[in-house]
């Protein structure tokens, strides 16, 4: 799931942007394929969201701290914003994403929980009137199109409904990632900030959940089978921390900052291209050819409907000046990630 930041595009820093997100929907994109090995060595999904968010919050602890030193009073004042990005955004997504790829491909999963992005615009749609235009409801269509191919729901071979319904189920999850994300409080807190802060949230719920019983949390000290060899558990452990969350996050949060939120994201829909490719190269799953036609689908339905909200954020005609009377207008806040 691709960071999202809150500063405008900076001049000049476009090259290096786009290689930050680049390298941020790359380290993104193996989350898929460190849970897979964990999950065929017996841990259960609980447990290796778990860790990695627990593990990625610790590595995180020592920069975040150095960047509240004297404003720990702005954690305090942006705590329910943390508890729904730590509850939802962070523990709840990552879980029904890793419960999805424990009965599906990599590939189907990240499929599905992309569709978030066109939650987005129904939501928009429904609860503040915001009408999509032709090229957002043509990119819904698209994708829409491109589920049913995915599912195969013509074909011999069905997916396992109940992971459907996690796929699904994260998809919700990103979209209101997506949605927390666009909220511009007084006084933000740094992206760092709160991407530590909501992991410490989601490590501390998805730990009382498994002593409540609630939550499976197996997990297992032996050898897990990693790029076909035994490896020691700590390998996909860590590299789902270090690697997908602690690099990935920052990765993206200093992407966001040199292209904009916006930008930012549109070219984080790489990570559906890189999930998929590092699960065939290192794990052996590709997709059937119709499920490869459908994620095209849903891929571009997704582009479209990004498209269109960067072309609809682009900035309008300067105004003429006003009489020299007439008192400022005071800027709006920029807005960071889907609106």
């Known amino acids: ?185 007084e006084e933000p807190l740094p992206p760092l900030v709160m991407a530590w802060a909501a992991m410490c949230v989601g490590a501390a719920a998805l730990a009382a959940l498994g002593w409540a019983g609630v939550l499976p949390l197996t997990a297992s000290t032996g050898n897990v089978r990693f790029l076909g060899h035994p490896v020691s558990w700590a390998v996909p452990v860590l590299g789902l921390s270090l690697v997908a969350a602690v690099i990935a996050y920052i990765a993206g949060i200093g992407a966001a900052r040199r292209l904009g939120a916006k930008l930012a994201s549109f070219v984080g829909l790489a990570e559906v291209l890189f999930a998929i490719l590092f699960a065939w190269l290192l794990l052996s799953q590709l997709p059937s050819a119709v499920q490869f036609l459908g994620g095209a689908f849903i891929l571009a339905g997704v582009t479209l409907v990004r498209a269109d909200e960067l072309r609809g954020t682009r900035e309008p005609p300067a105004q003429p000046a006003p009489p020299q009377n007439a008192p400022e207008l005071a800027a709006a806040p920029a807005g960071s990630g889907t609106s």
């Open 1 to 185: 799931m691709t960071a999202v930041g809150s500063r405008p595009a900076q001049s000049g820093a476009g090259g290096t942007g786009l290689t930050l997100a680049a390298v941020s929907a790359a380290t993104f994109g193996t989350s898929g394929t460190f849970a897979s090995s964990l999950i065929d060595a017996g841990w259960s999904p609980g447990a290796a969201a778990a860790s990695r968010i627990a593990v990625a919050a610790l590595l995180l602890t020592i920069p975040a701290v150095l960047q509240l030193r004297g404003r720990w009073g702005r954690l305090r004042r942006a705590a329910g914003q943390v508890a729904a990005y730590g509850l939802i955004a962070v523990a709840g997504c990552q879980l029904f994403y890793f419960n999805a790829i424990a009965r599906m491909p990599v590939g189907v999963a990240i499929l599905l929980e992309y569709l978030g992005v066109v939650l987005v615009v129904g939501w928009l749609w429904l609860r503040h009137g915001q009408r999509p235009r032709r090229l957002t409801v043509a990119g819904a269509v698209t994708a829409i199109a491109g589920l049913v191919m995915v599912l195969n729901l013509a074909g011999s071979a069905r997916l396992d409904p109940v992971g459907v319904m996690w796929g699904l189920l994260s998809a919700v999850g990103l979209a209101i990632y997506f949605l927390l994300s666009a909220a511009t409080p």
